[in-house]
């Protein structure tokens, strides 16, 4: 009966015995379901492999991880990099050497025209930056005169005779004294291809010993302030922009009255630009954009490339290579210490001009063809001439020579009448009208010869120089070539200046970029030749500043676009938690799970062993 009872709907239940007490039996109950408590080995052994878990993660993951992931940035001097940039490392100074000579004046008589000439000078100079130093030749020197032991000198000139000659700097211009008895004032010649200044004048304008404004030494200061007028108030612009005010900004203010209202363009007379007109005195800021708009960026090579361009058959030959042996390369040879040039020359018949240029129009009372002005900007046809692009090493310079159709000749600019014109920064055109020769048949020109293309290249020459950023004064072209070697030594010198600057605001403002040893190694080459143009500018060694501006310059752009450099800049923080997360979830979150409940299991027994020991 006590079976049967035991089986009820399927299930079986087993009776409590007899004599133990309910709550006993759940007592027992929850005794079994407890864990054995754990030996001391195994905690052990578990604290041994948590251990070396996070033993292999923080001595050999992140190790591993920061050695494979770090950033290598080289040491910059930042300081130094921003005094260039600011123009606080270098004020650069431009002392122009001029010799001068005087063959029917004794020694004491040219030494006070120096004096007196320097001082006028200085009273008119309101930039002094740049300054002419007048020194005497050297044969006017004592046998032993040297800059250690200078011999007693009267008139009061010892002073002045320790600085009237400097073997290091360079000579700029030789001013020559000539005496002429049929003159009644002095008046300046200045050759095209010369460097030496004839100040011819009459006898009595020498200076006595009592004179303290002589008139001979005023007129002289005159035409050499005038000379370097538009070269110093080009300097003055160019470390206005780029310098702190504290330099230039007060001394360059008056600048811009120092240009003379007379000086000649060195363009050729018969080349016309539009809108071109002389310039004046007030018109000085016009003629330093027009010069900055019309020369090309500096580059350390130029292509030159010569097109001969007709709507005819002929000319079947011509003799470019001779012609620009001889009326183009002597300059090109003379400019290569400011930038190397290569030359290529192309030709090309029946070549249309643009669509949108009006036919020529026939003006019967001058006789000749004319284009409007406002054609010349779309003279040159693109689409279908094959000019050479500004690819390569550097810009290219196209020059073009075009033969107009014989039923339109002589072809010349309306109203002007010029036969050549200019586009800023590209290059130049010339019309080469066909005369007759021995070289022509009727009025086609067979065979262009060199004396046929003296026009033409003597004008690209002249264009040449305006795209390089000479200035206009003076006209003298060994002059201007001077010029332009001092104005590339100081643009250069602050374009790497600027540079510095750039990288060094780069690398504070972009933390997680790469600085590779190569960009310090440039940037102390860079540096180190900085010092090195400063100190011959100042000295008046304005070819070894050119030469030293040049190779900081490169070494500036080199260290600034190095290629390296760029990799981490397109790969955020936010990239980086995107990669490393799914990675360390799984492994992160059980090892630090793990860490935390042993550090409380160690926590709570430390604290129940202080409470025993209580």
């Keep these: 009966m006590g079976a049967k009872g035991a089986v009820k709907g399927g299930l079986a239940t087993t009776a409590e015995p007899s004599g133990v007490p309910k709550h006993a039996s759940q007592s027992v109950a929850t005794q079994e379901r407890q864990a054995p408590p754990e030996s001391i080995e195994g905690i052990r052994i578990r604290q041994l492999v948590i251990f070396s878990f996070w033993a292999v993660v923080v001595f050999l993951g992140l190790p591993t991880w920061w050695w494979t992931t770090s950033i290598h940035r080289a040491r910059l001097p930042l300081e130094e990099m921003a005094d260039w940039a600011q123009g606080r490392a ?53 046998a032993n005169y040297s800059q250690q032991q200078r011999p007693d000198e009267d008139d009061g000139l010892a002073a002045i005779l320790s600085e009237l000659f400097d073997e290091q ?49 005023a007129f002289i200061a005159s035409t050499l302030q005038d000379l370097y007028a538009e070269e110093q108030a080009i300097i003055a612009n160019s470390l206005k922009a780029s310098s702190p005010p504290t330099i230039v900004h007060q001394e360059s203010a008056s600048i811009a009255q120092s240009v003379p209202a007379s000086a000649p363009p060195t363009e050729n007379p018969r080349e016309y630009k539009p809108g071109h007109s002389q310039a004046t005195t007030s018109e000085l800021a016009s003629r330093l954009v027009s010069r900055s708009t019309r020369a090309a960026k500096y580059a350390p090579t130029y292509h030159i490339s010569i097109s001969l361009f007709s709507p005819n058959p002929w000319p079947t030959s011509w003799d470019i290579e001779s012609a620009v042996e001889e009326y183009l390369a002597p300059l090109l040879d003379s400019a290569s210490v400011i930038s190397n040039f290569t030359v290529d020359t192309q030709t090309q018949l029946y070549a249309s001009l643009s669509p949108s240029v009006q036919q020529p129009r026939y003006e019967s009372d001058d006789g ?94 002249h264009q040449v120089l305006s795209f390089l950023g000479a200035p206009q004064s003076p006209t003298s072209i060994p002059m201007q070539l001077q010029t332009l070697t001092r104005l590339r030594a100081a643009s250069l010198l602050l374009s790497a200046s600027s540079t510095m600057g750039s990288l060094a605001n780069l690398t ?90 042993e550090l409380r299991r160690m926590w709570a027994t430390r604290a129940s062993g202080i409470a025993s020991r209580r």
Aim: glycine letters at 6%; aromatic letters at 6%.
């Design 508 to 597: 504070v403002a972009l933390p997680s970029i790469a600085i590779p040893e190569s960009v310090s190694t440039a940037v102390d080459f860079t540096l180190d030749h900085l010092h090195k143009t400063c100190n011959a500018l100042k000295d008046g060694r304005f070819g070894a500043a050119l030469e030293t501006a040049k190779q900081a310059e490169m070494a500036a752009e080199r260290g600034f676009f190095e290629k390296s450099m760029v990799g981490q800049v397109y790969f955020p923080d936010e990239h980086k938690v995107a990669v490393y997360l799914p990675l360390l979830g799984p492994v992160g979150v059980p090892l630090i799970m793990s860490g935390l409940k």
């Design 90 to 142: 270098c004020r650069p100074t431009f002392p122009i050497q001029v010799i001068f000579e005087a063959p029917s004046l004794q020694k004491s008589e040219i030494l006070r025209v120096v004096r007196a000439t320097q001082h006028s000078l200085d009273d008119q100079n309101d930039f002094s930056l740049h300054h002419l130093r007048l020194r005497i030749g050297e044969h006017y020197l004592p």
């Design 169 to 217: 700097a360079e000579k700029a211009l030789t001013v020559r004294l000539i005496p002429q008895e049929s003159l009644t004032a002095a008046h300046a010649e200045l050759g095209p291809h010369s460097t030496t200044l004839n100040i011819v004048y009459p006898p009595g304008l020498v200076p006595p010993p009592s004179s303290t404004a002589p008139p001979l030494a």
């Design 368 to 461: 000749v063809w004319t284009l409007r002005q406002e054609d010349l900007s779309g003279f040159v046809n693109a689409a279908e001439w094959p000019l050479s692009p500004s690819i390569g090493a550097g810009p290219t310079l196209n020059f073009i020579i075009y033969i107009p159709d014989a039923a339109n000749t002589p072809l010349v600019i309306r109203d002007s009448h010029a036969t050549s014109w200019s586009i800023p920064q590209w290059g130049g055109v010339a019309i080469l009208n066909p005369q007759t020769s021995a070289h022509s048949s009727g009025n086609q020109l067979l065979t262009l010869s060199k004396e046929d293309l003296q026009p033409a290249l003597l004008i690209f020459s």
